[in-house]
């Protein structure tokens, strides 16, 4: 009986994950255990390059634990559980709708339940669509798609290399790039979101990278009444993305 090469999303092996490649399928990264020998990596390596997939190097351990039983033989992947599209379909779709532009971008958000949480508040208040790093991010993961209860199928995710090269791209379409941080001096709810926007949600640790926060053009905070001084990500999300649903409805 062949073994079977992908659980939950993982597939493990030389030959499967280089197969993948070659098909076309999208991946969300490759692992590759530190000191596999060359020959047997070198041609996933490649490939991944071409199609502009991460390889991450880590200990062996780090496989063992990932595809659990299975004959890694070093190298594992994970496969997109959706698909995801360019960045300049992304931008395109306000324009079919004849709307005003409405993005989310995540900096480094790395919990696929706040990513799926994010997503499903995303297409109930009319984004367009998500943009998010390849590198330390999470991307679109069967946890995901189950956190997002379904809204993953219906908000387009694009994955981009470099996300201040983005933004810059973005501001050149014309879109403002507001981003989310606690030590912000405009509070939410006096700013006016009455333009073409991208919202940007930082790390659930670190917030907003300095890069990233210097190419905003304006910060905001939420008021906080408690003794915290910070929301969960996806919570900070959900409140922003309705304030401007709130905004736009004209509320």
């Known amino acids: 009986m062949a073994e079977d090469h992908n659980i939950e999303g993982l597939i493990a092996g030389k030959h499967p994950v280089l197969e993948a490649l070659r098909s076309g399928r999208e991946l969300n990264k490759i692992w590759i255990a530190e000191g596999a020998q060359k020959n047997a990596t070198?041609?996933?390596?490649?490939?991944?390059?071409?199609?502009?997939?991460?390889?991450?190097?880590?200990?062996k351990r780090k496989l063992d634990q990932l595809a659990p039983g299975l004959n890694?033989?070093?190298i594992v992947a994970q496969a997109a559980a959706a698909h995801y599209v360019?960045?300049?379909?992304?931008?395109?779709?306000?324009?079919?709708?004849?709307?005003?532009?409405?993005?989310?971008?995540?900096d480094e958000i790395e919990d696929p339940h706040n990513l799926g949480s994010i997503l499903?508040?995303?297409?109930?208040?009319?984004?367009?669509?998500?943009?998010?790093?390849?590198?330390?991010?999470?991307?679109?993961?069967?946890?995901?798609?189950?956190?997002?209860?379904?809204?993953?199928?219906?908000?387009?995710?694009?994955?981009v290399t470099n996300l201040a090269q983005t933004i810059d791209y973005m501001k050149e379409q014309g879109?403002?790039?507001?981003?989310?941080?606690?030590?912000?001096?405009?509070?939410?709810?006096?700013?006016?979101?009455?333009?073409?926007?991208?919202l940007v949600i930082g790390n659930e640790a670190k917030g907003i990278g300095r890069l990233i926060k210097d190419k905003c053009d304006f910060l905001v905070k939420l008021?906080?009444?408690?003794?915290?001084?910070?929301?969960?990500?996806?919570?900070?999300?959900?409140?922003?993305?309705?304030?401007?649903?709130?905004q736009r409805r004209g509320l």
């Open 42 to 59: 070198s041609s996933i390596i490649g490939e991944a390059k071409k199609h502009g997939v991460i390889v991450q190097m880590v200990d």
């Open 86 to 106: 360019e960045l300049d379909e992304l931008l395109a779709i306000p324009g079919a709708k004849a709307e005003t532009p409405f993005f989310l971008i995540l």
């Open 72 to 74: 890694h033989q070093g």
């Open 223 to 246: 008021p906080m009444a408690g003794r915290l001084n910070s929301l969960n990500a996806s919570v900070a999300a959900g409140v922003l993305m309705y304030e401007v649903l709130r």
């Open 175 to 198: 879109i403002w790039i507001a981003g989310a941080d606690v030590a912000a001096n405009a509070d939410v709810y006096a700013q006016s979101f009455d333009m073409p926007l991208a």
């Open 120 to 159: 499903r508040t995303a297409e109930c208040t009319g984004v367009h669509g998500v943009i998010i790093p390849k590198r330390r991010s999470v991307g679109l993961t069967a946890t995901v798609l189950k956190t997002s209860a379904g809204a993953a199928e219906h908000v387009p995710v694009a994955r």
